[in-house]
């Protein structure tokens, strides 16, 4: 009795959001071993020490918990490589910063990894939206980080149109490309993070570097 009633007495101490963290951390964890569809709040509220009430009263079913990881996450990752990028003073090295940041997310929050990039979206409308959003932000982010040095004009585009769709273009490609070599670092852990970024570093940013100074191929 002693014993359940200091469990009580640390559950009552909890605030409303540290409730709110701990059951969001308790369902990445399920998200991340069962994937959407073999995760059930039952699992979410017992790994969280609440109960199954209380996971409904912060997020009214699974599919909005399920999106609350999305949005959170996605925040996370970007902060963690802005804060890396806004540190460097030279396109390059803002590159290196982003994919160091990005593969350290990986590394230190695999759970969140399989939900934002392992796992397909399921194919419930409200959080393919979200999905389809949040990549859409992280194109944009991309494509910012890409104009974010000095730029030449595109030598046959004064309008600057073209320029802004080749970096929309440049940037799905960066970001599917680390995405993957990502994805390729889970079944090869023995591979460094410092690896990983000096191998993006040099297929990538020397061809970006070129783009970025006006230099187009030629057929």
């Known amino acids: ?90 396109p390059a090295l803002r590159f290196q910063g982003a994919f160091d940041a990005f593969f350290q997310f990986a590394e230190t929050h695999p759970s969140a990894w399989r939900i934002l990039f392992r796992d397909p979206p399921p194919a419930e409308p409200k959080i393919v939206e979200v999905a389809q959003r949040l990549q859409e932000q992280s194109t944009a982010a991309i494509a910012t980080l890409i104009a974010s040095g000095p730029v030449a004009d595109h030598p046959d585009d004064p309008t600057g149109f073209e ?28 591979v460094s993070r410092e690896h990983l970024v000096y191998v993006l570093m040099n297929a990538l940013w020397i061809g970006f570097d070129r783009f970025t100074e006006g230099e187009r191929w030629q057929k």
């Open 1 to 90: 009795m002693a014993k359940e009633a200091t469990a009580l007495s640390s559950r009552k101490r909890l605030t409303r959001d540290e409730r709110r963290a701990r059951i969001l951390d308790a369902a990445a964890s399920v998200f991340g071993e069962r994937g959407y569809e073999g995760a059930i709040v039952d699992e979410v509220a017992g790994r969280a020490g609440v109960t199954k009430p209380v996971v409904y009263d912060h997020f009214s079913s699974k599919r909005d918990l399920y999106v609350a990881l999305l949005e959170l996450y996605t925040a996370e990752l970007f902060a963690s490589m802005s804060k890396r990028v806004l540190a460097e003073e030279t």
């Open 163 to 190: 320029l802004v769709v080749e970096r929309q273009m440049a940037a799905e490609l960066l970001k599917a490309a680390t995405v993957g070599l990502a994805s390729w670092w889970y079944a090869n852990r023995d």
